[in-house]
């Protein structure tokens, strides 16, 4: 019976090691299609200079959002470099230019509430004028039409 049993744990032990074998395996070709991925996508990753650059800008960002050294080393899809890559490149853009400090450099200009008389409108006026011209042939109108006209084509 415990031959039996030490059998039994040899073969559980067996493939245990087989599945994580398994996991290895397939884990490793999983971060090398990343690491390609990442390495297409952001051409900092790629160039050996710049990525450890990158790198440290990357923890520092990371470090300011709360995470810790083990959280971040445990990152490894490449579409959250993508977005951390868009953080840093933010933070960077909005600590060269602080815009809550930017002067107004002219007011606009206040528009006065109320009808405001259009070139049709002042025509419109014209014309009523020149009508009761005709109607009543008074000089009086006549003068006011003309006065009308002369002082809107300035």
């Known amino acids: 019976m415990e031959f039996k049993i030490r059998q039994q744990q ?19 070709q999983y ?8 390495e297409e996508r952001i051409p900092e990753f790629a160039d050996p200079v710049k990525s450890t650059e990158f790198k440290h800008n990357a ?9 810790k050294d083990n ?6 899809d490449h579409r959250f470099l993508l977005v951390l890559k868009d953080a840093m490149q933010f933070k ?3 600590g060269s230019k602080d815009l809550s400090v930017k ?3 002219s007011a606009p200009k206040v528009i006065k509430a109320g009808f405001s ?11 009523t ?26």
């Open 92 to 94: 960077n853009a909005k």
């Open 103 to 105: 002067k107004i450099v």
């Open 10 to 28: 040899s073969r559980i032990g067996e493939l245990k090691k087989k599945a994580d074998d398994a996991f290895q395996s397939e884990f490793s």
């Open 129 to 154: 004028k020149i009508g009761k011209v005709r109607k009543t042939g008074r000089l009086e109108d006549a003068q006011d039409a003309i006065l009308q006209m002369i002082t809107q084509k300035k």
């Open 71 to 76: 959280e971040i080393s445990s990152l490894t």
């Open 117 to 127: 008389k259009t070139d049709s409108s002042v025509r419109d006026v014209i014309k």
């Open 59 to 67: 923890k520092k960002v990371l470090s300011d959002y709360g995470f």
């Open 31 to 38: 971060l090398k299609r990343e690491i390609k991925l990442a």
